[in-house]
C-alpha cells in the first residue's frame, strides 16, 4: 500500500511540476508590495487631462503619434458607426501636459511621425 502511495504522489508531484515548469517558462510573476502601489496613482478615464495648463503648447501643423512630454495618450474628439471610429477631428490634447496637437492620418506617413 505504501508503494501505491508513494507512486501517486510520485506521479502528481511530477505531473504538477511540469504543469509548473511550463507555466513559469511561459509567465513571469510580479510581486510588489502593498506600499509600492499607490491607488491614488490609479485614476479614472475621465480625470485623464492636466492638473494645469502651465506647460501646454500649441504644436499644431505636422501631425504626430507623441507628445514632446513624451506622452503619447490624446485626448480628441471621435465620432461612431458600426461600432468603430468613422471620424475625428485632427486637433487633440495631450492628456498629460495639455499642449495641442495634430492627429495623424492614414495618408500621413508613418516613418515620418513621432
Ligand atoms: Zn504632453
Redesign the pocket.
Given at each position: 500500500m505504501k508503494l501505491i502511495k508513494y507512486m501517486f504522489f510520485s506521479l502528481v508531484t511530477g505531473i504538477l511540476g511540469k504543469a509548473l515548469t511550463n507555466f513559469f517558462d511561459k509567465n513571469v510573476i510580479l510581486v510588489a508590495d502593498r506600499e509600492d502601489i499607490s491607488l491614488e496613482e490609479i485614476r479614472d478615464i475621465n480625470t485623464l487631462r492636466p492638473e494645469n495648463y502651465d506647460n501646454a503648447m500649441d504644436l499644431r501643423g505636422t501631425p504626430t503619434h507623441a507628445?514632446?512630454?513624451g506622452?503619447n495618450v490624446w485626448n480628441l474628439k471621435v465620432m461612431f458607426e458600426d461600432s468603430q471610429i468613422s471620424q475625428y477631428f485632427l486637433d487633440m490634447e495631450?492628456a498629460?501636459?495639455?499642449?495641442l496637437a495634430t492627429a495623424p492620418t492614414p495618408v500621413d506617413d508613418r516613418n515620418e511621425l513621432d
Open positions: 507628445c514632446v512630454c506622452c495631450c498629460s501636459c495639455g499642449s
